[in-house]
C-alpha cells in the first residue's frame, strides 16, 4: 500500500441525534424537548425576536428625533464641475454619465460653489440662488426639470 494514505474523520463531528427510538436511546418519550409546552409541541415555533415576556429590544430602547418621511433627498453637483462635462448643454443623464451623481431618475440641485466661465444650458430639478446668479452671469440658462410623480398602488 504504498502512496495510499488512509483519511480520518475529524474528531469535531458527531453522530446524528436518532431520537424518538425508545427510551434505553436516552432519547423517547419527549426526544429531548421536555415536558408539554409551547415548545415541545409539533411544529414549535418562536420568532426571532421574541424574549419571552420581558420588554422587547424595540419596546426599550429610546426613541429620539423627528423622522421627515416626505423629505425630499437632492444629489448635489457644484458648479465648479459642470465644464468638466465638455457639454454646452447640461442634463442629469450627462451628469451620471460623468459620474457626478449616482442615479439620473433622482432629483438633482446644482450648488454655487466655484467658479464657471462657458455659457452652460444647465436643466436640473433644484437650483440654488448662488448658482442661478452665477450660471446667467457666464451668459447660460437654468432649467427647472420636474420629474413625474411615482403612484403606488
Do not use: C
Request: charged share 30%; glycine share 14%.
Amino acid at each position: 500500500m504504498e502512496g495510499t494514505y488512509l483519511l480520518k474523520k475529524p474528531g469535531n463531528i458527531k453522530p446524528r441525534k436518532r431520537v424518538g427510538r425508545g427510551n434505553s436511546s436516552g432519547h423517547g418519550s419527549q426526544s429531548g424537548k421536555g415536558h408539554d409546552g409551547q415548545l415541545g409541541r409539533a411544529g414549535r415555533k418562536r420568532r426571532a425576536w421574541f424574549e419571552g415576556g420581558q420588554m422587547p429590544l424595540q419596546r426599550r430602547v429610546p426613541k429620539r428625533g423627528f423622522n421627515n418621511y416626505t423629505k425630499k433627498e437632492f444629489q448635489v453637483v457644484n458648479i465648479s464641475f459642470l465644464e468638466r462635462i465638455g457639454s454646452e448643454e447640461i442634463n442629469p443623464e450627462l451628469l451620471k454619465k460623468g459620474g457626478l451623481i449616482g442615479r439620473a431618475d433622482k432629483p438633482v440641485k446644482i450648488l454655487g460653489n466655484g467658479e464657471i466661465n462657458k455659457a452652460l444650458k444647465v436643466t436640473a430639478d433644484a437650483f440654488s440662488s448662488t448658482a442661478v446668479e452665477k450660471i446667467k452671469k457666464a451668459g447660460g440658462e437654468t432649467i427647472v426639470r420636474t420629474l413625474p410623480i411615482k403612484k403606488e398602488n
